[in-house]
């Protein structure tokens, strides 16, 4: 699965302006970043009266809008999925997941903080928490940088999450669930579809084949 890693903090303690610098970082080394911000409160991302807030009213479960450059889709849920759920299904093809919030989540965490805003940082090792941004004098157990130090925090996210990392060419998943491959498995998935699939009409050599299988029926 990608790597996720979590930014988290107090409300207002900067995080999405952290982030805006971050994440051309990372980009700039050549990395292809997904990004996820939680909302607890629940969003809506449609306005009344918009064609497609029509077909949503209408009983689409699923709607998109779709231009030459870009694919928004609004998608019912039964329920909140699972942080890696979300990566598994729409950021796979990402080399990292950096998400805002998620602070109950067990993936790596790093936090923003300001002592002006929350007199306590909200983490501790129980948290999963990997390293501390802020410039108030704190010791903490957990490597530290100061707002500034940008690249110092991309430094550390690189060299933990990311260099040395094997980018996986195949993804299946049982109901939502990425199910994890070694890579003797990997390669022999692929070469049986891939072998299979290049005996029917119409087969070209592609860069991407995909496959939903549905075993059983909707009730």
Same mark, same amino acid.
Request: charged fraction near 30%; proline fraction near 6%.
């Given at each position: /699965?990608?790597?996720i890693?979590s930014?988290?903090g107090?409300?207002? %303690?900067?995080?999405?302006t952290f &982030?805006e610098?971050l #994440?051309?970082?990372?980009v =700039?080394r050549?990395?292809?970043?997904?990004?996820?911000k939680?909302?607890?409160?629940?969003?809506? /991302?449609?306005r009344?009266g918009?064609d497609t807030?029509? &077909?949503k $009213?209408?009983?689409a479960?699923?709607v %998109?809008? %779709?231009?030459?450059? +870009? #694919?928004?889709?609004?998608?019912e849920?039964?329920g909140?999925?699972?942080?890696?759920e979300?990566?598994?299904?729409?950021?796979?093809?990402?080399?990292?997941?950096i998400t805002e !919030?998620? $602070?109950?989540a067990r993936?790596?965490k790093?936090?923003?903080?300001? %002592?002006?805003?929350?007199?306590?940082?909200?983490? =501790?090792?129980?948290d999963?928490l990997?390293?501390?941004?802020?410039?108030?004098?704190?010791?903490?157990?957990v490597?530290r940088?100061s707002f500034?130090d940008?690249t110092?925090?991309a430094?550390?996210i690189e060299? +933990?999450?990311? +260099?040395g990392r094997?980018?996986?060419?195949?993804?299946?998943?049982?109901?939502g669930?990425?199910?994890?491959?070694?890579?003797?498995v990997?390669?022999f998935?692929?070469? !049986?579809i891939?072998?299979m &699939?290049s005996?029917l009409?119409?087969?070209? $050599?592609? $860069?991407?084949?995909?496959?939903h #299988?549905?075993?059983?029926?909707?009730d």
């Open positions: /699965m990608v790597p890693v930014i988290v107090a409300s207002n %303690s900067g995080k999405t &982030l610098k #994440i051309p970082e990372l =700039g050549g990395y292809r970043v997904g990004a996820i939680h909302d607890v409160h629940g969003f809506e /991302m449609d009344e918009k807030w029509k &077909l $009213k209408a009983g479960q699923t %998109s809008i %779709s231009s030459p450059s +870009r #694919i928004g889709s609004i998608r849920t039964e909140e999925l699972g942080l890696d979300i990566a598994a299904r729409y950021f796979w093809s990402e080399d990292i997941l !919030g998620f $602070k109950r993936f790596p790093v936090e923003i903080f300001r %002592s002006a805003i929350e007199p306590e940082p909200i983490c =501790g090792p129980a999963n990997a390293a501390l941004v802020t410039d108030d004098p704190l010791e903490v157990d490597p940088f500034a940008i110092g925090v430094d550390f060299e +933990r999450f990311l +260099r094997r980018k996986r060419r195949a993804l299946v998943q049982l109901d669930k990425q199910l994890p491959m070694k890579d003797f990997e390669d998935v692929i070469g !049986g891939e072998g &699939l005996s009409r119409g087969w070209e $050599k592609p $860069k991407t084949i995909t496959v #299988i549905r075993l059983e029926e909707d």
